[in-house]
């Protein structure tokens, strides 16, 4: 069982900047990809990031293209997702989540085993 912490969230201006990480609990050489997905209220959780431990591939939505980087240090076991120029629409609960290998694609929420209890951003304009 592998568990995911995440931190690094908190209240911002529009414009600003915050810095998430994620941080595992065992050695997570049964991880292939790691990834951050938000949830702002009466909306559904929606993928954000995700990263390839082997090789460094990463992915993003449409939405946060060219404002957030997700990165990582595998020997740390943690993940990042540095977000600039945020917005208020950019503003959730921030789960970071892990998936073992399979054939699905790294986007869609099924597709992940672990979930962490999630982190508030909350952009003020």
């Known amino acids: 069982q592998v568990q995911l912490v995440e931190s690094g969230g908190g209240l911002v201006q529009a414009g600003g900047s915050l810095r998430l990480s994620c941080a595992a609990s065992?050695?997570?050489?049964?991880?292939?990809?790691m990834g951050w997905f938000r949830q702002a209220p009466g909306q559904e959780r929606e993928f954000v990031a995700a990263?390839?431990?082997?090789?460094?591939?990463?992915y993003y939505a449409d939405s946060v293209k060219g404002r957030f980087t997700i990165s990582s240090d595998y020997a740390q076991n943690t993940v990042w997702l540095q977000m600039n120029s945020l917005k208020p629409e950019d503003a959730a609960v921030y789960y970071c989540a892990a998936r073992r290998p399979g054939p699905t694609g790294v986007t869609g929420r099924p597709s992940y085993d672990y979930w962490g209890q999630g982190t508030q951003v909350t952009v003020s304009s």
């Open positions: 065992t050695r997570t050489s049964s991880i292939n990809v």
């Open positions: 990263i390839r431990w082997s090789g460094g591939t990463t």
